[in-house]
């Protein structure tokens, strides 16, 4: 046994929707462990990824930015085929890409009968399917080198059903359920070095999510003072906050742990009155 569980150094990890705030924490992070990074997300997030890329390589690290369409198995093969000539494997796949619609969602002013399925079919799609195409593209390298790690993303919504958020939580809790699934059906067929998990984080402010937590003069909203009355310590999480848990993941010192949905919410879950 290798005296550093924790020790990442060396291993090569593909991380989709990349670019955002949490994503761009997550990346430089683990660059910074000596991970070679590959940064996926859209065309249009490119500046963004560019410059991920100058600052990581700044510091001394390696990384490459791909843009990528999680919904298209042949753009991620091509990924992929990029990603096995620069670094010739994948050893950690972070399926990060994701996002909601806010037709997707029922406000207070509507009810269960305005919801737009054809919205709520598209946040599916992207939640689900666009952990699910790169897992089958990425997956791939995994199975063949007999070892890797997966982490999805799942969410707070993913637990139990919050208000509003109808379509999210439906295709967070399918991400988290494929992540059970698919623990078995790597490890059973490919062997036991295959793991995939999934990260639930709590509540932060991000892009994604300003709007609705945030009022436009920046004080919180009526939904953040309530989030935040039922999370125990009584305040959002910080993006830098979830990179134990994923370096945990990520490394030898999880190498039994497989099926699981680590909870990092500041207590918002385990919450009773």
């Known amino acids: 046994m290798k005296g550093n569980l924790f020790d990442v150094s060396g291993k090569v990890m593909v991380m989709t929707g990349a670019c955002g705030i949490l994503g761009g924490t997550i990346v430089k992070y683990f660059a910074a462990q000596g991970v070679k990074v590959v940064i996926l997300d859209l065309e249009r997030a490119a500046e963004t990824g560019h410059r991920l890329v100058d600052e990581i390589k700044a510091e001394g690290g390696e990384a490459c930015f791909l843009p990528t369409n999680v919904l298209d198995k042949a753009v991620l093969e091509e990924n992929h085929k990029v990603v096995l000539e620069k670094y010739g494997r994948v050893d950690i796949l972070m399926n990060a890409a994701g996002g909601n619609m806010a037709s997707a969602t029922v406000p207070p002013d509507k ?57 999210y939580g439906v295709a967070k809790a399918a991400v988290a359920n494929w992540t059970k699934y698919l623990c078995a059906e790597l490890a059973m067929k490919f062997g036991e070095g295959l793991r995939v998990n999934a990260i639930a984080p709590g509540f932060l402010l991000t892009n994604q999510n300003r709007t609705l937590l945030t009022n436009p003069d920046g004080s919180l909203t009526q939904r953040s003072h309530t989030i935040l009355a039922h999370t125990p310590i009584n305040r959002f999480l910080e993006p830098e906050e979830l990179l134990g848990t994923l370096h945990w993941l990520a490394s030898d010192a999880s190498k039994a742990v497989t099926g699981t949905v680590a909870v990092v919410d500041g207590g918002f879950d385990a919450f009773s009155i």
Do not use: H, W
Not at 124 to 149: D, H
Not at 152 to 167: D, I, K, Q
């Open 111 to 167: 009810t269960i009968f305005d919801l737009d399925v054809d919205a709520v079919k598209k946040v599916t799609e992207l939640n689900l399917f666009g952990t699910i195409i790169p897992t089958m593209v990425f997956a791939r390298s995994m199975a063949e080198q007999k070892e890797g790690s997966i982490i999805n993303f799942a969410s707070e919504s993913a637990l139990r059903p919050l208000t509003r958020v109808a379509g």
